[in-house]
């Protein structure tokens, strides 16, 4: 069982950055690829972009590309998303998910099996 505790959520500006770090529980946190993932209110939970639990390959969401970096450190058992650049389109709640494999990048909500409660971020323009 993995538990997973998002924060670093908030209200910023158009054009500012925010961090967002996921913490994990459990001891073998460098054998699950991690991802963020974003829900808008009336919208469907949408990828953001994933890491490999191995070698920290990463992919992004086009739309996010060149604005946020996703990151690890399996040694603090924390994922981050540094989100640069922000618009008010950003704007959702931040999701950091989990599942057990070591050297994927799963970008489909449904191959992830643990999740956050999710952080707030808004974009005000």
């Known amino acids: 069982q993995v538990q997973l505790v998002e924060s670093g959520g908030g209200l910023v500006q158009t054009g500012g950055s925010l961090r967002l770090s996921c913490a994990a529980s459990?001891?073998?946190?460098?054998?699950?690829?991690m991802g963020w993932f974003r829900q808008a209110p009336g919208k469907e939970r949408e990828f953001v972009a994933a890491?490999?639990?191995?070698?920290?390959?990463?992919y992004s969401a086009d739309s996010v590309k060149g604005r946020f970096t996703i990151s690890r450190d399996n040694a603090k058992n924390t994922m981050y998303l540094q989100m640069n650049s922000l618009k008010p389109e950003d704007t959702a709640v931040y999701y950091c998910a989990a599942t057990y494999n070591p050297y994927g990048l799963p970008i489909a909500v449904t191959a992830y099996d643990y999740w956050g409660q999710g952080t707030q971020v808004t974009v005000s323009s």
């Open positions: 890491i490999s639990g191995t070698d920290g390959s990463t």
């Open positions: 459990g001891r073998t946190f460098s054998s699950y690829a």
